[in-house]
């Protein structure tokens, strides 16, 4: 038997979440079955702990879109009993059984060991939130954005993305500006990095086709009438990375930022993303990653505090990251 969080579909709005006992006859189909010691409650997850989203997309469900344990049992030559290993993405904790959970059971091509440099528990520290952070940086460095063109503006900047990237940012020589709805953390924010901070009303006003040229690039995790008006006050050649939809699914913007500055808008996909690329982006992480920064921003609860947290997580009461040690 293991314990897992188990979300069940009712008639009634969102989904029944409760602590269950489970058989491990119960786990999906995996050629790996992994002991979980640490997960992570991201944005997706408490959308589909508290069904304010569609994500789940098989039920019942373990929620969980990231983990990190040991290997128990494995029928793959790729890993071994007592292999620590870790996971996130490809489509955990929406339509096969996640991590938040005392066993996962997985197809091998789906995992990966340790990157050499941090521990499971700074893994999860760092999840998918942090994965796709990097994954945002490294996308601003391909497309050309340099230190010396200009500040970088990241919304969300209280977030688990947003905060990764601001310290990301800062700690490779960029000026970042960061745009958060919680001015009353400017403190946390100029820790991180941060130098300067705006106020996420300035870009919530629907925009010109073209506002003053301020950013070299952006990350933005907001999406909707936020990652608009940071389109329209890109600078020429810059760069904007776009992976969340906080404020809306919607893009209400002109074609005139792409045609008139070659403004370039990069989607950032965390879920499905290949296995060269996560293992590349998680290397350069153990390699930047202030750890005592880390270890600030992080909160360790317990499975048992799942619950609360993920509304208060989509309710804007929590910043950085949130990690869940499985008892």
């Given at each position: 038997?293991?314990?897992?969080?188990?979300?069940?579909?009712?008639?009634?709005?969102?989904?029944?979440?409760?602590?269950?006992?489970?058989?491990?006859?119960?786990?999906?189909?995996?050629?790996?079955?992994?002991?979980?010691?640490?997960s992570?409650?991201?944005?997706?997850?408490?959308?589909?702990?508290?069904?304010?989203?569609?994500?789940?997309?098989?039920?019942?469900?373990?929620?969980?879109?990231?983990?990190?344990?040991?290997?128990?049992?494995s029928?793959?030559?790729?890993?071994?009993?007592?292999?620590?290993?870790?996971?996130?993405?490809?489509?955990?904790?929406?339509?096969?059984?996640?991590?938040?959970?005392?066993?996962?059971?997985?197809?091998?091509?789906?995992?990966?060991?340790?990157?050499?440099?941090?521990s499971?528990?700074?893994?999860?520290?760092?999840g998918?939130?942090?994965?796709t952070?990097?994954?945002?940086?490294?996308?601003?460095?391909r497309?050309?954005?340099e230190?010396?063109?200009?500040?970088?503006?990241?919304?969300?900047?209280?977030?688990?993305?947003?905060?990764?990237?601001?310290?990301?940012?800062?700690?490779?020589?960029?000026?970042?500006?960061?745009?958060?709805?919680?001015?009353?953390?400017?403190?946390?924010?100029?820790?991180?990095?941060?130098?300067?901070?705006?106020?996420?009303?300035?870009?919530?006003?629907?925009?010109?086709?073209?506002?003053?040229?301020?950013?070299?690039?952006?990350?933005?995790?907001?999406?909707?009438?936020?990652l608009a008006?940071?389109?329209?006050?890109?600078?020429p050649?810059?760069?904007?990375?776009?992976?969340?939809?906080?404020?809306?699914?919607?893009?209400?913007?002109?074609?005139?930022?792409?045609?008139?500055?070659?403004?370039?808008?990069?989607?950032?996909?965390?879920?499905?993303c290949?296995?060269?690329?996560?293992?590349q982006?998680?290397?350069?992480?153990?390699?930047?990653?202030?750890?005592?920064?880390?270890?600030?921003?992080?909160?360790?609860?317990?499975?048992?505090g799942?619950l609360?947290?993920?509304?208060?997580l989509l309710?804007?009461?929590?910043?950085?990251?949130?990690?869940?040690?499985?008892?």
């Amino acid at each position: 038997m293991f314990e897992a969080l188990y979300l069940e579909k009712t008639d009634r709005n969102g989904p029944t979440a409760t602590l269950r006992h489970l058989p491990e006859s119960a786990l999906p189909e995996g050629d790996v079955t992994v002991r979980v010691h640490w997960s992570g409650l991201n944005y997706k997850d408490a959308l589909a702990i508290t069904g304010r989203g569609p994500v789940v997309r098989a039920w019942p469900m373990v929620p969980g879109i990231d983990f990190a344990g040991v290997v128990e049992q494995s029928t793959s030559p790729a890993f071994s009993a007592g292999q620590e290993v870790m996971l996130n993405g490809w489509g955990v904790g929406e339509k096969h059984w996640g991590g938040l959970a005392q066993k996962a059971r997985v197809p091998h091509d789906w995992l990966l060991s340790l990157p050499t440099g941090l521990s499971a528990q700074q893994v999860m520290a760092l999840g998918t939130a942090g994965f796709t952070a990097m994954l945002c940086v490294q996308a601003l460095v391909r497309e050309g954005v340099e230190p010396h063109d200009g500040p970088v503006l990241v919304t969300g900047a209280t977030g688990g993305v947003g905060s990764v990237a601001v310290m990301l940012l800062a700690k490779m020589g960029y000026e970042v500006v960061a745009v958060t709805g919680r001015l009353e953390e400017q403190p946390y924010l100029r820790k991180l990095g941060a130098a300067d901070v705006l106020a996420r009303s300035h870009f919530e006003m629907p925009s010109r086709p073209l506002e003053n040229a301020r950013w070299a690039g952006a990350v933005d995790v907001v999406g909707g009438q936020v990652l608009a008006s940071v389109c329209a006050a890109i600078k020429p050649r810059g760069v904007v990375t776009a992976c969340g939809l906080a404020g809306g699914m919607d893009f209400p913007a002109t074609v005139a930022p792409f045609i008139l500055r070659g403004v370039t808008l990069v989607g950032i996909d965390s879920v499905m993303c290949p296995q060269n690329v996560r293992q590349q982006a998680w290397a350069r992480l153990a390699t930047l990653v202030d750890k005592d920064l880390l270890e600030g921003m992080t909160r360790i609860l317990p499975l048992s505090g799942v619950l609360n947290a993920a509304t208060d997580l989509l309710d804007g009461k929590i910043k950085g990251r949130l990690v869940v040690e499985i008892p």
